[in-house]
Every structure is written in C-alpha cells, then in structure tokens.
C-alpha cells in the first residue's frame, strides 16, 4: 500500500473544501438579483435546544467569501443554547454573506447535533467517560472529534497508527491464537496503548493477561453486561472496561450502575440529528 500523504488539515481547509463543493463563486440566484454593492446584517438563531459547536467553521465561511466581514459571537462553543437563542450577529455583503449561509450553518447544525448529543449521554451515564469512535463522516474527523470535546465528552484513538486496537478480524487474520495475538501486540509496540475488543469474559481475561490495556466489551447484552463486569473485577479490579456496539443515547442509565469505565458510540458521529440553525438577513440602507 502506498504511503498516505500526512498533511493535517486546518479548519480553512475544510471550510474551502465545502464552499467550494457548494460553488459559490456562481450563486446564479445572488448574481441574478442582489446589487453588487448590496451590504446585510444577519442574525444567527437557534430553533432547537441543545449545544453550540462549530463557531471556528462558520466564521471562517464568512470569511473566505467576504474578508471584511464582522461577526460578534454571544454563545461559546460548549455552552447550552435554547430555542430562540441569538447566537452572533454577521454584518458585511450582502452576496458573502449569502454565499456563505449554507456552508456556515451545515457546520454550526452538524456540529452542535454532536456536541448536543454527547451532553445528553453524559447526563445519562454519570461518571462514565463518554467516546466517538472511528465511525466519522469521510473527512470531517477532526471538526466532529473537537464536537465531541464541546460536548464534554473525551477523545478516542484518532486514527490507526494512535493506538493499538485488536478486533474480531484482526484475530482472524492473525494466524494465533486469541491470547498470542494480543501478546505479539503488546510485544512489538510497547509504547503505545493496546486495547482489546472482546467478546466473551474468557476473551476479556485472555486479553488481560497478555497485558492488553483496556479491554473493548462489544455487543454485550444489558442482561450479559452486569455479571460479566462483576466477573473480571474479581481477577482485574483495575482493569480499563469500555463497553461498545448497539449503544445509544436514550438507553445509557445501566452503565452508570454496572462498573464500567466508559462507553464508545458511533452513533455520535455518524447518524446524528443536526440542530435547527438559521440565519436572518436584512439590508444596510
């Protein structure tokens, strides 16, 4: 496989990416019918309750289609917003800004429908830490990721080379056995975290003492969850235990009771519901 180019993206880089997927160098109906020199205020309001996240992303769509644009933000990333909450006030052209509308508010929905949800699982979960996973809309990792920190959730291995996590294919390519796997693991890297996705105490165990560091409880039932947690705290009281696979916020309460450390959804990132962000514009005379 060839080398992947590594080459961290900016928030900029994003921001240009979807304006220019959005073509807004040739808003036919701007340029059809708004005078050139036309200048806007805008107010950015939220129709839903929820989280802000995003603001770095819709600024920076502002700008890049009108650089003298002023924005006045009166919500922070992190903070709780209500319906009808004022969330900046945007003043500059009127084409910029309309340019910019679209790609600015798919952001600040998306982002802040992230940052919403991690808050509400963390409300469900108590002291449980609160995980993305790798299942991210192509290219946007990096925005959904510091969605989840707005949220008060914690970062997850960012990406393969972060961390060593074993999986279910991983063990069936490996040619060893369960407890050799994850032994060879932790023998070739022993400067990074090994994780283990296990599905079954004896699997948990395995992992455990081949010297994983956390180990993964994937597709455990909420009757299975209890006694196997009870089970590997009386050999491991310390061990790391995440649980994974089918979790959703609505249905989290259990974990704050059964002893696990933290909990990790897909879920967060890849099929969730965006908050209702609009922006109102009206003319500078």
């Not at 508010?105 to 509400?120: D, E, R």
């Not at 050799?180 to 023998?187: D, G, K, S």
């Amino acid at each position: 496989m060839d080398a992947v180019a590594e080459a961290p993206e900016t928030t900029r880089d994003f921001v240009l990416r979807a304006l220019e997927e959005d073509r807004v160098t040739r808003d036919l109906s701007s340029l059809a019918v708004v005078p050139d020199s036309g200048k806007a205020l805008g107010r950015l309001e939220s129709k839903d309750s929820g989280v802000l996240s995003g603001r770095s992303f819709a600024a920076e769509a502002f700008l890049i289609c009108d650089p003298c644009v002023a924005i006045e933000w009166e919500v922070e990333d992190g903070h709780p917003i209500q319906r009808g909450t004022l969330l900046a006030t945007v003043s500059g052209t009127s084409r910029g800004l309309l340019a910019a509308e679209r790609t600015a508010l798919n952001f600040l929905s998306h982002l802040s429908g992230i940052a919403t949800q991690v808050s509400q699982s963390r409300a469900e979960v108590g002291s449980v830490t609160v995980l993305h996973t790798r299942k991210t809309l192509p290219g946007l990792r990096d925005a959904q990721r510091q969605a989840v920190l707005d949220g008060g959730g914690a970062l997850h291995r960012r990406d393969l080379s972060d961390e060593v996590l074993l999986k279910e294919n991983h063990f069936a390519l490996s040619g060893l056995s369960f407890e050799e796997t994850v032994f060879r693991a932790v023998e070739r890297h022993p400067e990074s975290v090994v994780g283990v996705e296990a599905e079954s105490v004896e699997q948990a165990f395995w992992a455990l003492r081949a010297g994983a560091e956390y180990v993964l409880l994937d597709n455990f039932s909420s009757a299975e969850l209890g006694p196997a947690v009870s089970a590997i705290r009386l050999e491991y009281p310390n061990a790391i235990l995440e649980v994974s696979g089918g979790r959703a916020p609505g249905g989290l309460g259990e974990l704050a009771k059964v002893g696990v450390n933290r909990v990790s959804m897909g879920s967060l990132t890849h099929s969730v519901r965006s908050l209702d962000i609009s922006l109102f514009l009206e003319p500078i005379h």
